[in-house]
């Protein structure tokens, strides 16, 4: 029997999602909890599986549609039932099939009753120009009549004008830009920028990086940043709160939940990594590792981008060394870190050495966080990373 697969609520108010992929042909037979189908709402991409098994026998939507909650997806011939409706089908005259038509072959350029080729004076006079014999060229048109597109492939030496093109904003991207408007809209935003000396930190990282790359881990500076940040709110927990709609109520967080702003080819994402004032650096960097493949595969669990209190953009590994993020709201603080570069620095002694230099912009939500609280905190934050070994001494 032949039914309709509806697309059941994926959750939290979603109504329509952005068919991402089709994993199924029409005419392919499925399993029961068979993937079918990748959706994207606007926090995650959602897998659709089969509910029943049968045989494929119609999609509704094409990739790229917006596919609406509660309405079909595609209609499946369900197993077990096929061959009643089979025999009602059997005992039912059919009507004999009409005969199929026949689509002609496209043809070279037509000719009127009187010899000449189809076409019009305008397109003669390209033809003229071109010095080309119309009698050769292929027309697309009705009849076989030859349109000026058709002339395109030998116009030698030149080149078609660029068209603009336009398509809807949907799925995470529009997620994104919502977003962001609201959270720029409703929050003062003040950037505080500071540089801060890595060469310490590096060289750990690097005589730390063996034993990880062991246990099968790819270290990063992030870890060590994600970590000063969790030991430098607990002094400093005005950083890790986030305020009410209309700002008359502060919230200070228990859990420090480290969002991590990430570039995929889906758009900007923000999944974060929980509870890292109670994670070694190890757990750190293996959920980084986890969530970082996961963001490139564009399969984020939806509960990886919920609850995060305070985040980093790492553009640096992009390129550049300063910016002004914006605030993932409801958060009140976010930090962009540029690329190292090796710049000449004076040492205790007054003398010019290469040390490897990396800027910080600190965004913060000026209605609850001033700028001497911004720059105590990232003073202390700053003082984690430039001597890391200190980091053991408020270690739990």
Not at 225 to 249: F, G, H
Request: one cysteine or more; a negative charge; aromatic letters at 4%.
């Amino acid at each position: 029997m032949k039914t309709d697969f509806i697309l059941p609520d994926i959750g939290e108010g979603i109504v329509e999602c952005e068919l991402v992929e089709w994993h199924i042909q029409e005419g392919e037979k499925v399993e029961e909890d068979q993937p079918v189908a990748d959706v994207m709402t606007d926090k995650a991409l959602v897998e659709i599986t089969a509910m029943h098994t049968g045989q494929v026998t119609r999609l509704y939507c094409k990739k790229g549609d917006l596919a609406k909650v509660g309405q079909p997806l595609f209609e499946i011939d369900v197993e077990g039932t096929a061959e009643a409706e089979e025999a009602k089908e059997d005992s039912v005259p059919k009507k004999e099939a009409p005969e199929e038509v026949e689509i002609p072959e496209p043809v070279a350029a037509s000719k009127s009753d009187s010899g000449k080729v189809l076409a019009t004076p305008a397109v003669r006079r390209i033809g003229r120009e071109l010095d080309l014999d119309l009698n050769q060229v292929q027309g697309s048109g009705k009849d076989g009549r030859i349109l000026k597109e058709d002339l395109l492939p030998y116009q030698k030496g030149e080149t078609s004008q660029p068209q603009d093109r336009s398509e809807p904003i949907k799925g995470i991207k529009a997620a994104m830009a919502r977003q962001m408007q609201e959270a720029y809209s409703s929050i003062p935003h003040f950037t505080y920028a500071e540089e801060m000396d890595v060469t310490e930190l590096e060289a750990l990282r690097k005589q730390l990086k063996p034993e990880f790359e062991q246990a099968g881990l790819r270290l990063s500076l992030m870890p060590f940043m994600m970590k000063a940040i969790a030991l430098a709110v607990q002094e400093y927990p005005l950083l890790n709160s986030r305020v009410n709609a209309d700002c008359t109520e502060i919230t200070y967080l228990g859990d420090v939940n480290i969002g991590m702003a990430a570039d995929t080819p889906l758009g900007l994402l923000v999944p974060n990594v929980k509870q890292v004032q109670q994670k070694s650096l190890k757990e750190i960097t293996a959920e980084i590792n986890q969530l970082t493949e996961a963001a490139r595969q564009g399969k984020l669990p939806p509960d990886s981008m919920k609850k995060g209190t305070i985040s980093i953009s790492n553009i640096g590994v992009i390129g550049g060394t300063v910016a002004t993020p914006i605030i993932n709201k409801p958060e009140v603080a976010i930090v962009a870190l540029g690329r190292i570069q090796e710049l000449p620095r004076f040492n205790a002694q007054g003398e010019v050495e290469a040390r490897k230099i990396m800027q910080v912009s600190w965004s913060g939500d000026h209605r609850v966080i001033d700028g001497a609280t911004m720059a105590r905190f990232c003073n202390l934050w700053k003082n984690y990373l430039e001597q890391p070994v200190r980091m053991l001494v408020d270690l739990r």
